[in-house]
């Protein structure tokens, strides 16, 4: 998918920010691990790695059933669970750690649905999808071409946004902040961007 950049400064997708919290010591304590288990493997390598921690060592907390809802990398990486942009979140701090430029894209299913997209060097933008698989739903890890955990179905109102966000959506934010629990947040998340 050919993503827009809601931003030409690609320093934008570098930044720290609330939910993006990369210069935080867990955040950096992290980056530097995953680094040291790729050495001489560059961007691609690492990026995989942290993709690969984020979507197998973080829980999909409605796939386990945690109540608590996270909304901040360094949050998330604690405690080890969040929803799809939760762990969106944490992936593209641990990228922005190491210099890869990172963003928030989102797809329009039953609800908003977070995906990240990266920027390797020489390369363009490429979705990931760090949800965590389970049966029937198999995200990998691609510098090429997209492998993400859903297809949308146009034919029942799901979209992929085309827009690359360096922060996350508003909507998204919000919603993470201020929901009581899973259900009240699955109902802020029922909105189109």
Same mark, same amino acid.
């Given at each position: 998918?050919?993503?827009?950049?809601v931003?030409?400064?690609?320093?934008?997708?570098?930044?720290?920010?609330a939910?993006?919290?990369?210069?935080?010591?867990?955040?950096?304590?992290t980056?530097?691990?995953?680094r040291?288990?790729?050495?001489?493997e560059g961007?691609?390598?690492?990026?995989?790695?942290?993709?690969e921690?984020v979507?197998?060592?973080?829980?999909?907390?409605?796939?386990v059933?945690?109540?608590r809802?996270?909304? +901040? *990398?360094?949050?998330?990486?604690q405690?080890?669970?969040g929803?799809c942009? $939760?762990k969106? =979140?944490? !992936? %593209? #701090? /641990?990228? +922005? *750690?190491e210099?890869?430029?990172?963003?928030l894209?989102?797809?329009?299913? $039953?609800?908003? =649905?977070? !995906? %990240? #997209? /990266?920027?390797?060097?020489?390369?363009?933008?490429?979705?990931?999808?760090?949800?965590?698989?389970?049966?029937?739903?198999?995200?990998?890890?691609?510098?090429?071409?997209?492998?993400?955990?859903y297809?949308v179905?146009?034919?029942k109102?799901?979209?992929?946004y085309p827009?690359?966000?360096?922060?996350p959506?508003?909507v998204?934010?919000?919603a993470?902040?201020?929901?009581?629990g899973?259900g009240h947040?699955?109902?802020?998340?029922?909105?189109?961007?």
């Amino acid at each position: 998918m050919q993503l827009t950049p809601v931003t030409a400064d690609e320093s934008a997708f570098l930044a720290a920010g609330a939910a993006l919290d990369h210069t935080h010591p867990l955040v950096r304590e992290t980056a530097a691990r995953l680094r040291s288990r790729v050495p001489g493997e560059g961007p691609a390598g690492y990026a995989r790695a942290a993709f690969e921690f984020v979507r197998d060592t973080v829980d999909h907390s409605l796939d386990v059933g945690d109540p608590r809802i996270t909304w +901040r *990398a360094s949050e998330v990486l604690q405690l080890r669970t969040g929803i799809c942009h $939760a762990k969106a =979140h944490a !992936l %593209v #701090a /641990l990228l +922005r *750690a190491e210099g890869i430029p990172a963003g928030l894209c989102y797809q329009k299913l $039953a609800v908003l =649905h977070g !995906l %990240v #997209a /990266l920027k390797l060097p020489g390369g363009r933008w490429i979705r990931q999808d760090p949800r965590g698989n389970k049966p029937g739903i198999q995200a990998r890890f691609s510098p090429d071409r997209e492998q993400l955990a859903y297809r949308v179905r146009p034919e029942k109102g799901e979209c992929d946004y085309p827009v690359l966000y360096d922060e996350p959506h508003p909507v998204v934010l919000r919603a993470l902040r201020r929901a009581s629990g899973h259900g009240h947040l699955l109902r802020l998340l029922d909105a189109a961007l």
